[in-house]
C-alpha cells in the first residue's frame, strides 16, 4: 500500500483469517493484483480468498471490470473460490475455475449471496509460482 495515505502502513505477514475453522485469506484491493501475494495466502493454508475494494476512483471507465477479471486470474491461478465485495465496483463470487456464479454491476446497491466449497489442494502455480516462464527464460538464453 502506498505510503501516501496517512496511517496506512503495509504489512509484513500474509495473515489468514478463520472463520468456523475455515481459513481465508483477504488481499486489500489492488494487492489482488499481484499474483504472488495471492499465492502466498494460499500456500500458508487459505481455503478461499476474499477482497475488499473500492474502485471509485475509476469513475465508470473500464478499469473495475479489469480489475474484477484480475481477480478471477486469481482464483484460477490457485483454484479457490474468490469473494469480491467493492464498494463502487463490481462485487462478486467467483469459482475456482474462473466462472461468475453471482456478480454486482457498477456502482450499484445490493448484496450477493452464494455458496462455497473450501479447498485444500495446491495448484502447480501455488507450489511453485513463476518456475516455467523463468525455466523457459533460461533455456531459451542457453540455446540462443
Same mark, same amino acid.
Given at each position: 500500500?502506498?505510503?501516501?495515505?496517512?496511517?496506512?502502513?503495509?504489512?509484513?505477514?500474509?495473515?489468514?483469517?478463520?472463520?468456523?475453522?475455515?481459513?481465508?485469506?483477504?488481499?486489500?484491493?489492488?494487492?489482488?493484483?499481484?499474483?504472488?501475494?495471492?499465492?502466498?495466502?494460499?500456500?500458508?493454508?487459505?481455503?478461499?480468498?476474499? %477482497?475488499?475494494?473500492?474502485?471509485?476512483? $475509476?469513475?465508470?471507465? *473500464?478499469?473495475?471490470?479489469?480489475?474484477?477479471?484480475?481477480?478471477?486470474? /486469481?482464483?484460477?491461478?490457485? /483454484? /479457490? $473460490?474468490?469473494?469480491?465485495?467493492? +464498494? +463502487?465496483?463490481? *462485487?462478486?463470487?467467483?469459482?475456482?475455475?474462473? /466462472?461468475?456464479? *453471482?456478480?454486482?454491476?457498477?456502482?450499484?446497491?445490493? $448484496?450477493? %449471496?452464494?455458496?462455497? =466449497?473450501?479447498?485444500?489442494?495446491? +495448484?502447480?502455480?501455488?507450489?511453485?509460482?513463476?518456475?516455467?516462464?523463468?525455466?523457459?527464460? =533460461?533455456? +531459451?538464453?542457453?540455446?540462443?
Amino acid at each position: 500500500m502506498t505510503h501516501a495515505i496517512g496511517e496506512v502502513t503495509p504489512g509484513t505477514q500474509h495473515t489468514l483469517h478463520s472463520y468456523k475453522g475455515i481459513k481465508f485469506g483477504s488481499p486489500i484491493c489492488y494487492e489482488i493484483i499481484f499474483p504472488n501475494l495471492v499465492r502466498k495466502f494460499v500456500k500458508k493454508g487459505a481455503n478461499f480468498l476474499v %477482497t475488499i475494494t473500492n474502485d471509485g476512483w $475509476y469513475g465508470k471507465s *473500464s478499469a473495475p471490470y479489469q480489475h474484477f477479471s484480475i481477480a478471477a486470474l /486469481r482464483a484460477v491461478e490457485n /483454484r /479457490r $473460490y474468490l469473494l469480491r465485495a467493492a +464498494t +463502487t465496483g463490481i *462485487s462478486g463470487i467467483i469459482d475456482p475455475y474462473g /466462472r461468475i456464479l *453471482s456478480k454486482s454491476e457498477l456502482m450499484s446497491k445490493t $448484496y450477493l %449471496t452464494g455458496n462455497i =466449497t473450501p479447498s485444500q489442494a495446491l +495448484t502447480f502455480y501455488t507450489k511453485y509460482g513463476d518456475i516455467l516462464p523463468f525455466g523457459s527464460l =533460461t533455456l +531459451t538464453a542457453i540455446f540462443l
